[in-house]
């Protein structure tokens, strides 16, 4: 899927002007898919908000919320991660290695409860849905959704490209909007690929809001990415609009925090080549602190 790569060309100087433009790109392109949506000549109700990892997708919720407040259509926020099932218990979370643990695979969700759930908001306008703890791995409680007929649910999460998910929304007539990196970067000759800068964002947002360290997030990339690519990426044609997340100054937001973070990997972890590797990637890369981005940048999700 990567064959056709496009790449915005990186610079070695940005300024706040430059970031406040590209910023101002990203909204306007989210702005115009709630048009599209909002439009007489459709009537959904369902907006699905899906992209792979490290996309963008909280930001771009909060941002679809006050797009559609501002047409008058208040937004029911459904995430998917709460319909998933008591897979994990507290043992097995305890004694499986990092590797082994599948959060991402289709089967962890509860298709029939999503279904039941959805059907039930249409017929009824309000519905029982579970709150899940990813502490315990379990549902914790139900609480009860209300949904007007003018109001608009947005489901949100990774799993609404899986294809049980997916028919769900397509049923009721929905929409699906997914956001991601699709394009690379180039900055001097050198290019970066959309993966490449999905992992340097999740490095970073993990250390920096997860409290994990760069050597767990390292462990867990191959089984993300092998699942993205069985059930994300071939199903993403489905999408009704796609937005392309890269912003041609983020490398120079991520290199400071990434020369801080990955330092850490020790010698003898398994993951201190690849550590060594994306610091020499990013050699070149001039370095800008994230205080000059404003407060609803879609960056302000990673950083």
Known sequence: MMNDIQYKIGHS?????????????FDALLDSAVSEFCSVKNDSR????????CSGKTTTAKKLRRS????????????????FKDTFSRKELANAKVEELDFDSPDTLD????????DEMFSRGRAKKPIFDFVSGERIRYEEIVCDEDDVMLFEGIQVLYPDVLSIIENHGGRVLCVRPESGIEVGGKKFEPNFIR?????????????ASPDFTLSLWDSVRRNEEKNIFPHIH???VNIDTTLE????????????????????????????????????????????????SLYKEFV
């Open 46 to 53: 369902i907006m699905g908000l899906t992209g792979p990892t």
């Open 199 to 211: 992992l340097c964002r999740r490095l970073v947002r993990d250390a920096n809001f997860r409290g």
């Open 249 to 296: 100054y983020e490398l120079n937001i991520l290199a400071p925090y990434l020369r801080r973070i990955l330092p850490s990997i020790e010698w003898g972890s398994k993951h201190h080549k690849e550590s060594i590797e994306i610091l020499g990637l990013l050699e070149d890369i001039v370095g800008i602190e994230s205080f000059v981005i404003a407060e609803n």
């Open 68 to 83: 559609f407040d501002e047409r008058g259509k208040r937004v029911v926020t459904v995430s998917l991660d709460d319909f």
């Open 238 to 240: 489905r999408c009704n």
């Open 111 to 118: 298709i029939d409860l999503l279904a039941s759930f959805t």
């Open 13 to 25: 100087k940005i300024d706040q002007t430059f970031i406040e433009k590209c910023d101002r790109e």
